[in-house]
């Protein structure tokens, strides 16, 4: 962590380098297959912000996907606190490539304020069907191709999940799992169980597909771990990937 007295020392470039350079915790998909060379992997991002807190200044990262040149959807828990600064990391199959793309302009889903009136139980399911993020890059990336957005609300077979994760040495090696369904909310939001692996804290706001004709569809995003040890587990909330696109 960085105190508040350093802040104003902090340039864009040491940002983007600490993206690739810090060493932290292994919070990765632990289990599942190292991703390859194919649509997904180019499609799938980690992502790194820098948050200011009361005192001091964290960096913290997860995962996303390009759903078109310039823009990336994500968990909106990933940029829930208005970031310093942001940028993501682009792969070839399982390895982060640099430099990283700066991040221009965030739009996270607004939450309605009509929630406050609703038992908590039921405004946090709402808060986290409409747990989505659209970031805006600096300029379009080149040389990976976007992913399709389903529009369909029933799950369909053969669900996987691609996520970034974190490593020693910063962005994590992008690893995919399999999933299966168990059950949907009234909101849209989807309990899911991970084959043979479990999903960890890093790989928030990775993207959730199905394969289809023309390649992966981007059918949900990871929101959250329902585990008693944190931070992975194998019971994944996914929330729907098109409230706000």
Not at 10 to 32: E, K, Q, R, V, Y
Request: proline share 8%.
């Amino acid at each position: 962590m960085i105190s508040a007295a350093k802040r104003t020392a902090l340039s864009a470039a040491s940002f983007l380098s600490a993206m690739t350079l810090l060493g932290t915790p292994s919070f990765a998909i632990d289990g599942g297959s190292v991703a390859g060379r194919n649509r997904l992997s180019q499609a799938t991002v980690g992502i790194g912000t820098l948050v200011a807190g009361s005192d001091r200044v964290g960096l913290s990262r997860c995962s996303g996907v390009l759903i078109s040149r310039d823009l990336v959807l994500t968990a909106a828990h990933c940029v829930k606190d208005i970031p310093l600064a942001a940028a993501v990391v682009l792969y070839e199959g399982a390895k982060p490539v640099r430099p990283a793309i700066p991040v221009r302009s965030v739009r996270r889903y607004a939450v309605p304020a009509s929630t406050s009136d609703l038992p908590a139980e039921y405004a946090g399911l709402l808060e986290l069907s409409l747990d989505t993020a659209v970031l805006q890059l600096a300029s379009p990336v080149r040389g990976h191709e976007p992913v399709r957005i389903s529009r369909s609300s029933k799950p369909p077979p053969g669900l996987r999940l691609a996520g970034a994760g974190l490593s020693q040495e910063g962005v994590g090696v992008l690893k995919t799992a399999h999933l299966d369904p168990l059950l949907m909310t009234s909101t849209g939001l989807v309990i899911a169980k991970s084959r043979g692996s479990e999903v960890c804290r890093g790989d928030s706001g990775g993207p959730v597909v199905a394969d289809g004709p023309g390649g992966p569809v981007l059918w949900r995003v990871a929101s959250a771990v329902l585990t008693s040890r944190p931070p992975c587990g194998n019971i994944l909330v996914i929330a729907p990937a098109a409230p706000n696109i």
